[in-house]
């Protein structure tokens, strides 16, 4: 069976937003979503995550907070804001809904 272009990619970035997910989930973190390095410039995965955590604000850690050294920054300084700048839209979620995916796919785990 041929595949669409890109689908490949598009499923990766749906599993390893599932396991964001989850791992956030099990961390108990709640409210905004900030995410760095590749992921934040991944419109699939960006998408996905917002639809999978419609409570939380998700977006783009911004180009100061690029990679892992921008994440230890932002864990270091958790409660200054200006570290992720205000002109990083939210990520608009999914227009199809996820929720019974994801469900089946935690039960599968």
């Known amino acids: 069976m041929p595949q669409a272009p890109g689908a490949t990619a598009a499923l990766a970035s749906l ?3 599932l396991m964001t997910d989850q791992a956030l ?3 108990g973190a709640a409210g905004e979503v900030l995410v760095d390095g590749p992921f934040a410039a991944n419109a699939v995965f ?3 995550l917002a639809a999978l955590r419609p409570a ?3 977006r783009p850690a911004g180009a ?3 990679g892992p050294a921008g994440g230890a920054f932002l864990l270091a300084h958790w409660g200054d804001l200006r570290a992720a700048p205000p ?3 939210p990520a608009a979620p999914l227009a199809a809904d996820i929720a019974g995916y994801r469900a089946r796919w935690r039960a599968a785990l």
């Open 56 to 58: 939380d604000r998700v």
């Open 25 to 27: 989930d099990r961390l």
């Open 46 to 48: 960006m998408a996905a």
């Open 15 to 17: 599993y390893a937003a």
């Open 87 to 89: 002109d990083a839209p």
């Open 64 to 66: 100061a907070a690029a």
